[in-house]
């Protein structure tokens, strides 16, 4: 994952903005534990993006879309939430 000239403000959605998904946010959240020594055994990947694996299977991933868009809709959180995190030492949902 490269990130170059990447700005974030205080009102970004990590995710969307950076338009990560599935092993980028795995990676990322990985490296932010490392990094900040937070604690990620509580962050469920599947509450923020859908994993390779549910991409990768493309009649799986139209007929969630269609069926169950309501239920696959994907959490969020901003920078803000992050900086509570390392504070906290602890992944925690926001």
Do not use: C
């Not at 534990?33 to 991409?55: M, R, T």
């Amino acid at each position: 994952m490269a990130l170059i000239d990447v700005k974030l403000d205080d009102n970004a959605i990590l995710f969307e903005d950076l338009q990560m998904d599935g092993l980028d946010i795995e990676t990322f959240m990985e490296e932010f534990s490392i990094k900040f020594h937070v604690d990620i055994s509580d962050f469920d990947l599947k509450k923020y993006g859908a994993p390779e694996s549910d991409i990768a299977n493309l009649p799986k991933t139209i007929f969630n879309i269609i069926f169950w868009r309501n239920k696959i809709m994907k959490k969020t959180f901003g920078l803000d939430h992050l900086l509570e995190v390392v504070k906290q030492k602890k992944w925690f949902d926001p």
